[in-house]
């Protein structure tokens, strides 16, 4: 773990604040679709349980879905654990994919669905999660990498 630490650091900070938040939805919102805005018609706080992939696509119970979340966590951590010293925007990058894989797994593992409430309806954008918002902010530090490159 000392190898990769900010890419550890990164994954188990994000998880736990995904889960965490996650819990505080499901214990403050009693139905599907209940709703507290935080700015009227902008940003909400929507409670949706989603069965499908992101944006919902394919709702209704995918269960591959469970087991490529935990495939594409192993592969991650396996990287991370025997292969060589990343370098920092592939430490976040991959960090950030996988809290977002884990957090959206263990939904899928314990649930059968993913827990989503972050609602911006000013852009009529789908319900999503922190675990969402993990794996965008992961594609964008690998992008980085990819066009930029990086300095060892």
Partial sequence: MKKNRLFWTVAIALLILDQVTKYIVSQNFTTIGETVPIWQNVFHFTYVENTGAAFSFFSGGVHWLRW????????????????????????????????????????????????????????????FNIADVSINIGIFFLLLVMFMGEKR
């Avoid at 994919?97 to 852009?123: K, Q």
Wanted: glycine share 16%.
């Fill in 68 to 127: 490529l979340s935990l495939i594409v966590s192993l592969g991650l951590m396996a990287m991370a654990w025997f292969g060589g010293k990343l370098q920092i925007n592939e430490q976040l990058g991959y960090g950030f994919i996988l809290a977002g894989a884990l957090g959206n797994g263990v939904d899928r593992f314990l649930f059968g669905y993913v827990i989503d409430f972050l609602d911006f309806r000013l852009i009529n954008f789908p319900v």
